[in-house]
């Protein structure tokens, strides 16, 4: 679906989603410790000094079907203590599946993941769920199969789907993942080629707007800065004006996904949005 195309139908359904119940939880996938949050400008916009990121995933049902965006850090960094020497010590608190069963649902209820982008603290537990289809970026997953691969790719993390032991989706463009407009994958390159951001249309909360890592944190998006590790500043740039723009349009309540403030902006788990 194209962008005209798209625009088109999320009019035909400003009203609501389809007829589709929605439901959204937001799942704790670790944290990050950034030893100078600079490392995420490249003109040297912030104060100098460390800062911690979250690392969020969510399950959004659909019906009785489920989506997982994200699959956060891998299950190896469980427990792992913080290295203040370190430019960035990520750690795990809790792994997926866990935090999945206190809400009853089991690995194998998920059908789809959605990856944002390919980097390791987005695709780290995507092995839990072997019978979900896998819906990428397409340049992501292209990036996936090079030597060597982009910065901050783990192809490790997906090699059940590399080597054909699940289904892959590559998504080209913005993607409505049931038909209905209830749920959208809106292509936001940038930080990474094939980097993705969603759009989930709740009842009664309206519409959220999931980040991915078009935006790491709000002091970004007022600075106008850019982390030198992203595949292009401009459409970084791009990318996040056009997340403003829908998040401004639909009246949709922005998450972004790194920024700690924003776990506030949806239920405390167990609790969902909907």
Known sequence: ???LSLTLALALV???AGGAETELWRLDCGQI???DINAFSD???YSPGPRTLTDSCYLVRHDKDYLLWDTGLPAALLKAPTDPAAAMSPSLGQVLPAQLAEIGITPGQIGRIGISHGHFDHTGQAADFPQATLLIGAADWEGMGQTPPPFGFDPAALDHWRTGGGKVDP????RDVFGDGSVVMLSAPGHTAGEMALLVRLEKTGPVLLSGD??????QIKAG???PFNESRADSLASVSRIEEIARNLKARLVIQHDPADIALLPAFPESAR
């Open 1 to 3: 679906m194209n962008r």
């Open 14 to 16: 400003a009203g609501g």
């Open 33 to 35: 410790a950034v030893r």
């Open 43 to 45: 003109n040297f916009a």
């Open 171 to 174: 998504v080209r463009g913005d």
């Open 214 to 219: 078009v935006v790491h944190f709000r002091d």
């Open 225 to 227: 800065s850019v982390p």
